[in-house]
């Protein structure tokens, strides 16, 4: 039987300042595919080449992965600024009404780090450029150096509310995760609901009130490790869960129209 289909979002960027390039990490397939059990797409997030349209036709559910350019901040109502680092404006003009339209539809999503921002600017949301700038505020951002292993190390807690959907999730109010950004929320978008923060404050679990589908988001990676990590594991099983109840309820409405 065919896996039900995820649509990984992909970045754009020159690679050695002249090939332009779309790319997303190995480690969002693999957990796509090894622990949410469906079939991994790789969408190239431009509208020249793809619709929103075609997209929600295409695929069951989302994955919104971290990428190293931002939302542009017009997008929030705010001027750009250095502070704001690199952009990708065709990855907002898919991604900003994909997330929208799967709200109201009831398509499944999930947004890892730039995806969680993305998620709470396309609600109306706005975000800070530096969360290390402000007062009481840790340095979130990944270290510079050091291995991979060094990188994504589980370096802070997350506290979610009790009984809300990230502790159902998770069997924890508690959990340590990773920590790679620089950007947050500022101000929480129309119907987002922040379930978790960090030890400074910082939102780190969200998810769209009164939403049909699966919209939980997240602001650190837990693609890192995803099937063996005791965070990343269920949160990835609940997304494939919820994509395949979409992709056969969906299956089912074309059988009694066909």
Request: with cysteine.
């Amino acid at each position: 039987m065919a896996r039900p289909t995820v649509g990984i979002i992909l970045n754009q960027h020159l690679l050695n300042d002249q090939y332009e390039v779309h790319a997303g990490g190995r480690m969002n397939t693999a957990a796509i595919s090894e622990v949410s059990k469906c079939m991994p797409l790789l969408i190239a997030a431009d509208p020249r080449f793809v619709s929103v349209e075609e997209l929600m036709e295409q695929c069951d559910g989302f994955l919104l992965t971290g990428a190293r350019p931002n939302v542009h901040p017009e997008e929030y109502g705010e001027s750009e600024t250095s502070a704001h680092g690199e952009f990708d404006r065709a990855r907002d003009a898919i991604t900003l009404p994909l997330v929208r339209a799967c709200v109201e539809r009831g398509q499944p999503f999930i947004g890892v780090c730039r995806g969680f921002q993305e998620v709470n600017v396309a609600m109306g949301g706005t975000l800070y450029p530096e969360i290390r700038d402000l007062p009481g505020r840790m340095n979130h951002r990944m270290p510079p150096d050091g291995t991979l292993e060094e990188k994504f190390e589980l370096r802070h807690t997350v506290s979610v509310t009790e009984g809300g959907p990230f502790h159902k999730i998770f069997g924890a109010q508690t959990v340590l995760t990773n920590t790679l950004h620089g950007q947050g929320i500022k101000t929480a978008g129309d119907r987002v609901v922040i379930d978790g923060v960090a030890e400074d404050g910082t939102p780190e679990a969200i998810y769209i009130k009164d939403a049909p589908g699966f919209t939980a988001s997240v602001q650190w990676h837990p693609e890192w490790n995803a099937a063996e990590d005791k965070v990343s594991r269920p949160l990835f099983e609940a997304f494939g869960a919820a994509v395949a109840e979409f992709s056969a309820s969906r299956k089912a409405k074309r059988l009694a129209t066909a």
